[in-house]
């Protein structure tokens, strides 16, 4: 069983792709049940992404209430995709599965496009194909880990855990919705709403109204909006681009 959390693709093309090949099913955490039993030999992988070098709150959210049942010879692993550094986010989840009594066997990463689009360019489509490229030759890397149940965090560029100290609070303030915001351009279609982890858009009057204070701060609203109407910040976004991965 492969679990994976995914805004704009990434995650869900590392956790199909590796599903395929070693013949497991891959299912989003949002629809994944949060109790089950492995079966002898099954593998248990989660593929997440980098946010603020620590795991997405639904990632954390979904681990936290895991009730997860061994049958021996079960390999666990976790894979964070992430831009420029996946931080601490294999050694927490290290830690939220020690919790339920299950030891993370290995964890990896994989460099991909990065959706924070507030720093990040991604306006270039050729750049952002031959990042892709790049990023399905380490697929098979760490697909070939997996298959000879490699152990230990094999994470490249990763930062030591008393980091999320620092990075908690910025994460923190920068996940308050008054920062997203939505243009004219906005049809009223409700995608938005519908695609948001957290509920914390609601279309009134056609157009969306950030319900919660915080949310994800996936960027899946404005990644996948068809009118690239909703924006963050001080509006860099616009200029560097929507992204869904191919
Ligand atoms: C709010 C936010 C914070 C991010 N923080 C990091 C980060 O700390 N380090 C990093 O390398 N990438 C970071 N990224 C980039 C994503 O982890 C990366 O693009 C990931 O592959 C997206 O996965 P998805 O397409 O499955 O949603 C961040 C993206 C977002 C939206
Ligand atoms: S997805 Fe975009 S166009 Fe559709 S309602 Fe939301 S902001 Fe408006
Ligand atoms: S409001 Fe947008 S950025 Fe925030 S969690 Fe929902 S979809 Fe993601």
């Known amino acids: 069983m492969i679990l994976y959390f995914s ?4 995650c869900k093309h590392v956790a199909t792709t590796i599903a395929r090949a ?13 109790e089950f039993t492995l079966e002898k030999g099954e593998r248990f992988g989660i593929v997440t992404p ?15 209430e895991l009730e997860l049942e061994l049958s021996g010879d079960n390999y666990t692993f976790l894979i ?11 050694e927490e989840g290290r830690r939220l599965l020690a919790e339920k009594g299950v030891l993370l ?12 689009t507030v720093w990040f360019d991604l306006s270039n489509p050729e750049k952002v194909a031959s990042q892709n ?25 990763k930062a030591p855990y008393f980091v999320k100290t620092f990075t908690d609070s910025a994460f923190d303030s920068a996940r308050q919705t008054k920062n997203l ?14 695609i948001c982890p957290v509920h914390a858009i609601e279309l009134k009057e056609n157009k969306p ?9 996936c960027f899946g609203c404005l990644h996948h909006c068809p009118k690239f109407a909703i924006q963050y910040g001080n509006g860099a976004t616009k200029k560097h681009g929507q992204y869904t991965h191919p």
């Open 7 to 10: 805004a704009t693709g990434n």
């Open 22 to 34: 070693l013949d497991e099913k891959a299912l989003s955490i949002l629809d994944a049940p949060k």
């Open 50 to 64: 980098t946010y603020f070098w620590e795991l997405p709150i639904p990632v954390r959210d979904y681990l936290s």
């Open 80 to 90: 964070a995709t992430f831009g420029t550094t996946p931080g601490c986010t294999g």
């Open 105 to 116: 066997d290995a964890a990896f990463s994989i460099r991909m496009p990065d959706n924070w």
């Open 133 to 157: 490229a790049a990023a399905d030759v380490q697929i098979q890397k760490v697909l070939d880990q997996i298959r000879t149940e490699t152990l230990g965090n094999r994470m490249k560029r």
């Open 181 to 194: 915001y939505v243009e004219e351009s906005c049809i009223g279609c409700g995608l938005c709403e519908k």
């Open 209 to 217: 109204v950030w319900v919660k204070e915080q949310c994800a701060l």
